[in-house]
């Protein structure tokens, strides 16, 4: 007579239950919210006026003349330091040579 092994039997039962938990628990899912229900909406433009931006974008070019004049005053003063400096350096360099 052919005698049965005994762990088959348990590991079938095992493999059942766990098959029998995943299918119940798959059966448990909430459902999605719907993601199309929840959309954003834009943005309401701006109530300016067209006088309005025309004064505000005057006012910035002002500022930008403004600033970029600064920086030429600036950059030449950095230039005449500049060149102040590159020629006390070479009158230095002329009495350490003589």
Request: positive net charge; charged residues 25%.
């Amino acid at each position: 007579m052919i005698t049965m092994n005994r762990v088959i039997p348990i590991i079938g039962g095992i493999v059942l239950v766990i098959a029998v938990a995943v299918a119940v628990k798959s059966g448990e899912r909430q459902p999605k919210p719907d993601l199309m229900a929840k959309l954003p909406t834009a943005a309401a433009p701006d109530v300016d006026t067209p006088a309005d931006t025309v004064r505000s974008l005057s006012a910035q070019v002002a500022q930008m003349v403004d600033q970029t004049r600064r920086l030429t005053e600036e950059n030449q003063k950095l230039r005449e330091q500049n060149a102040a400096a590159m020629d006390q350096e070479k009158r230095v360099a002329d009495k350490v040579r003589a």
